[in-house]
C-alpha cells in the first residue's frame, strides 16, 4: 500500500479557518503534512479547527492570525511557518480572499486597495519569503488559488477580475524562475463554490430579486457554471493533492480551471 505522499512536509495554507483553504488544509494534512493554518474567526473555534485536524489525520498543527494585507504581519507568519517546519514550508498554498461587488464608477477606493493587498499582493509577499528555503531544499509546491475570474471577467469585479488575472500572471513567472528546480507553481482556478464568500452573494441575489435562497443559487449558476453543481472544496484539495505530487513534477505555470464548464464557454 502506497504512504501518504506529504509526510514530513510543512504547508502554510492562507485563509484556512474556512471554506477553500479548509479544504484544501484538510487534503494536505490527510496525506501527512503538517498544517499552518492562517485567517480570521473566533479564537476559540480555530483553537477546535487546530486540534480536531492534529487528532483526525495524527499531524503537527499550528496558526497564525497574520492579517494578509499587511507585510509585516506576513513576514512575521513566514518565519513562524519557517521555524515550525524545520527552517522552511514546503508547501505554500495562496488562499486567502476577499471579494466586493459594485461598478467601477461606485467602486469604494478602500475596497480596491484590499482586494488588491489580500488577493494579490500577499501572494508576491509568502512566495518571496518561501522561496530561498525551497531552493535550497530543491523542492517545493507553490499553488495560487485564483479564480475563473483569473481567465475571464464579469462586470461589478473589477477588483477582484484584476487582482486574479494578476495572480495567474505571478503564477507564470513564479514557474519561470523556478523551472529548473524541484518547485513548482501553478494556479487553481475555481468556478463557483457554496462557501460563506459565496454565499453572501446568493444572501444579496435573494433579497435583490426577491426570491428564495435556492432559487438564487441556481440563478448564480445557470448564469455562469454549465454543469449547474458547485464545485467542492473536497475536489479543489485533491487537484492541490495531484499538484504536490511527483506526477505533476512538470506542471509549470498552468492555471487549472475546476469550474464546471464556465470558461469553456
Ligand atoms: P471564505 O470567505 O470562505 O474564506 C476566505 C478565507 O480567507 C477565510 O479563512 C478568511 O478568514 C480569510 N481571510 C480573509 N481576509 C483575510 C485577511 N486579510 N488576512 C488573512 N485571512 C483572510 O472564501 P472562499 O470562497 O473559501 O475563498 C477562498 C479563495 O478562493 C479566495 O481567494 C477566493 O477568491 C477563491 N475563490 C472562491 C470561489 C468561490 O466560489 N467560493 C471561486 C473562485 C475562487
Redesign the pocket.
Known amino acids: 500500500m502506497q504512504g501518504k505522499t506529504l509526510e514530513g512536509k510543512t504547508a502554510l495554507v492562507?485563509?484556512?479557518?474556512?471554506?477553500?483553504?479548509l479544504g484544501i488544509a484538510h487534503a494536505l494534512a490527510a496525506e501527512g503534512a503538517s498544517i499552518v493554518f492562517?485567517?480570521?474567526?473566533d479564537a476559540q473555534e480555530i483553537a477546535k479547527l487546530q486540534s480536531d485536524t492534529a487528532i483526525q489525520y495524527g499531524v503537527k498543527t499550528t496558526y497564525h492570525n497574520?492579517?494578509?494585507?499587511k507585510p509585516s504581519e506576513i513576514a512575521a507568519m513566514m518565519a513562524m511557518a519557517a521555524e515550525f517546519g524545520g527552517g522552511g514550508v514546503d508547501v505554500l498554498v495562496n488562499?486567502?480572499?476577499?471579494?466586493h461587488v459594485a461598478n467601477i464608477e461606485d467602486f469604494p477606493v478602500d475596497r480596491w486597495d484590499a482586494i488588491i493587498a489580500?488577493?494579490l499582493s500577499s501572494a508576491f509577499h509568502t512566495t518571496r519569503l518561501a522561496l530561498p528555503s525551497m531552493k535550497q531544499r530543491n523542492w517545493g509546491r507553490i499553488i495560487n488559488?485564483a479564480?475563473?475570474h483569473g481567465l475571464v471577467a464579469s462586470a461589478q469585479k473589477s477588483a477582484y477580475v484584476a487582482a486574479k488575472h494578476g495572480i495567474v500572471g505571478l503564477t507564470k513567472t513564479t514557474a519561470l524562475e523556478t523551472a529548473q528546480t524541484g518547485i513548482t507553481c501553478n494556479a487553481i482556478c475555481?468556478?463557483?463554490?457554496l462557501?460563506?464568500?459565496?454565499q453572501k452573494q446568493v444572501d444579496a441575489r435573494a433579497q435583490k430579486e426577491g426570491v428564495s435562497i435556492e432559487e438564487a443559487k441556481k440563478g448564480l449558476l445557470s448564469e455562469k457554471q454549465p454543469s449547474g453543481e458547485f464545485v467542492t472544496p473536497e475536489q479543489l484539495g485533491a487537484l492541490a493533492i495531484f499538484m504536490c505530487s511527483a506526477a505533476a513534477d512538470q506542471v509549470r505555470g498552468a492555471a487549472w480551471n475546476m469550474d464546471g464548464g464556465w470558461v469553456a464557454q
Do not use: E, H, R
Not at 492562517?38 to 474567526?41: A, Q, S, T, V
Not at 488562499?95 to 471579494?99: F, L, P, S
Not at 475555481?190 to 463554490?193: F, L, M, N, T
Open positions: 492562507t485563509g484556512s479557518t474556512s471554506g477553500i483553504g492562517n485567517g480570521f474567526g497574520a492579517d494578509m494585507s488562499n486567502a480572499g476577499i471579494q489580500i488577493n488559488i479564480s475563473a475555481p468556478g463557483w463554490v462557501t460563506p464568500l459565496v
